[in-house]
C-alpha cells in the first residue's frame, strides 16, 4: 500500500500541472454525481493521508485511494500508457497533458460536503510540511491500548503511516513494536509520532527511504550486528520488521 510520502510526491506532481487549469475531459467510471464539464476549473490537489482529493469548480471531488494496486500517471497528450486502457479507473485530461489512475479499487466522484466526511475520521496526516506540535500531541492523544506496531497503522491515530514508516520509525526510536502504546511514557510516544513525521517529510523532499529493518528479515543489523526478525502483526496480518536488541 502506497505511504504517505508517495501521495505526497503524487499530489504535488499533479499540482503543479493542474491547478489553475481548465478541464478538457473527465471520465470517472461509475460517477454517482455529475461529471464536471469541458471549461471548468481545477482549483486544488490534496493529499489527506493516502487519499488524494482533486477538486473542481463547483463543488465536486474526484478522491482516490490507491490501496495496494493503484497508481496515478501523468502523459503527454497522444503519449501512449504504460498501462492497458482497460484499467484506468479514472481519467483526466487539460491541454497537453493527461493523468490517468489506474486500477485503484476507491475511485469517487463526490460534492465536497461529501468528501470532507470521507476523511473526517482521519488523524493528523503526519506527511504535510506544515505538521506543528499540536498535530503531533493529538496523535499522541489518540493512541490506545494495543501493540504500538498495530496502533501506528490505524489511520485514525496518525495518518500517512504505513508498513515501512511503521518498521523504519520504531527502530530508530528503539521501541519494541509489540509493546502497548498505552504503556509507553507520553515523551516516548511524542518521539515516536514525531520521528514518523520527520521520515515521512524527508522522503517527499528527496524520494529516499530509510531500510534499517524494513525487508532485511534474517540479516545483520547495520547497527548492532543482530539478525533482523520478521513477524505478522495486528487485525490485517502486516509485516513488522524489527531488530530484538536495539528495539528492547
Not at 471520465?27 to 477538486?55: N, Q, Y
Not at 492497458?84 to 485503484?104: D, K, Q, S, Y
Not at 470521507?118 to 500531541?137: E, F, K, Q, S
Request: proline share 6%.
Amino acid at each position: 500500500m502506497p505511504e504517505g510520502d508517495t501521495i505526497h510526491r503524487t499530489a504535488n506532481r499533479l499540482r503543479s500541472l493542474l491547478v489553475g487549469q481548465p478541464l478538457v475531459r473527465l471520465e470517472v467510471r461509475r460517477a454517482t454525481v455529475p461529471v464536471p464539464r469541458s471549461g471548468t476549473m481545477i482549483e486544488a490537489v490534496d493529499p489527506v493521508g493516502k487519499h488524494l482529493l482533486i477538486r473542481f469548480a463547483g463543488g465536486t471531488t474526484l478522491r482516490t485511494h490507491m490501496r495496494m494496486t493503484g497508481s496515478w500517471h501523468v502523459y503527454r497528450t497522444g503519449e501512449r500508457w504504460r498501462q492497458p486502457g482497460h484499467l484506468a479507473r479514472a481519467v483526466l485530461e487539460i491541454e497537453g497533458w493527461t493523468a490517468v489512475c489506474f486500477a485503484a479499487p476507491v475511485v469517487e466522484l463526490e460534492a465536497s460536503p461529501t468528501s470532507a466526511s470521507r476523511v473526517a475520521h482521519l488523524g493528523p496526516d503526519l506527511t504535510r510540511p506544515d505538521i506543528t506540535d499540536d498535530d503531533i500531541a493529538l496523535a499522541v492523544d489518540r493512541m490506545y491500548d494495543g501493540e504500538i506496531g498495530a496502533v501506528l497503522l490505524d489511520q485514525r491515530v496518525a495518518c500517512g503511516i504505513g508498513n515501512i514508516y511503521k518498521s523504519e520509525t520504531l527502530f530508530v526510536c528503539g521501541v519494541d513494536p509489540f509493546t502497548s502504546a498505552a504503556a509507553l511514557d507520553k515523551r516516548i510516544q511524542h518521539k515516536v509520532v514525531a520521528t514518523a513525521s520527520k521520515l515521512l517529510r524527508a522522503s517527499v523532499a528527496d524520494a529516499a527511504r530509510p531500510r534499517n529493518v524494513y525487508g532485511r528479515a534474517g540479516q545483520p543489523c547495520r547497527k548492532c550486528g543482530t539478525p533482523i526478525r520478521a513477524q505478522r502483526q495486528g487485525e490485517q496480518r502486516r509485516t513488522t520488521y524489527w531488530c530484538p536488541s536495539c528495539q528492547r
